[in-house]
């Protein structure tokens, strides 16, 4: 039974780092590529980046100057950090693995497991 979990804190301030967790269980890591998603409040899904089998990580551009995805095979875990964040950043943040090929996108059809979600608020 394949499981993610995350675990990070719910509450950021402006201009510091997010940093969220995702503890998998069930499979192992590195067979698999996996993904950060996010979903600003009343906005659709934005794909952040990706981490493959090999530890070669994807970005999207307009995140890729602040965003790192970087995972921990003893532990099982794939990590997201995000710079600098600001109000903007605030949404719910979810880990996701891919279901086949790399797919730089958030459509729920490329990932079959996904994280149970984190609400991340950005707030002085």
């Known amino acids: 039974q394949v499981q993610l979990r995350q675990s990070g804190p719910g509450l950021v301030k402006p201009s510091q780092t997010l940093s969220l967790t995702c503890t998998v269980s069930?499979?192992?890591?590195?067979?698999?590529?996996w993904s950060w998603i996010r979903q600003p409040p009343g906005k659709g899904q934005e794909w952040m980046g990706a981490i493959d089998y090999s530890g070669s990580t994807y970005y999207s551009p307009s995140l890729k100057s602040r965003t790192s995805i970087s995972r921990d095979t003893s532990k099982n875990q794939i990590t997201l950090q995000l710079t600098s964040v600001t109000p903007e950043d605030t949404a719910v943040y979810y880990c996701?693995?891919?279901?086949?090929?790399?797919?730089?996108?958030?459509?729920?059809?490329?990932?079959?497991?996904w994280g149970q979600g984190t609400q991340v608020t950005v707030s002085s």
């Open positions: 069930g499979v192992v890591i590195n067979n698999y590529y």
């Open positions: 996701a693995r891919g279901s086949g090929r790399l797919w730089k996108g958030p459509e729920a059809s490329e990932y079959d497991y």
